[in-house]
């Protein structure tokens, strides 16, 4: 229970801090996050990988995990 706190805690972080870094709302971002499962594959998953990096380092890999997933989703859209 105390894990998922953390994990729930270090996700609104992440979140948040990526998505003023962005100059969107934090909703927009999770719900493009959750979009792709990033929420639970990157920010849960990877927890105990992410959360011992800077602050800046987190908002990176973030805006970097959603600029994959997006491309990837962009490609699959146009081929259908």
Known sequence: ME???RKTQFATLAI???ARHMGITATELHNRLKHH???KKLLFD???TL???S???VVWNV???LKNWDAKDQKEGGQR
């Open 37 to 39: 499962g990033l929420v």
């Open 3 to 5: 894990a998922t706190i």
């Open 51 to 53: 959360h011992a990096e």
């Open 46 to 48: 990877c927890y105990d």
């Open 55 to 57: 602050i800046d380092g």
């Open 63 to 65: 805006e970097q995990a």
């Open 16 to 18: 948040g801090a990526t």
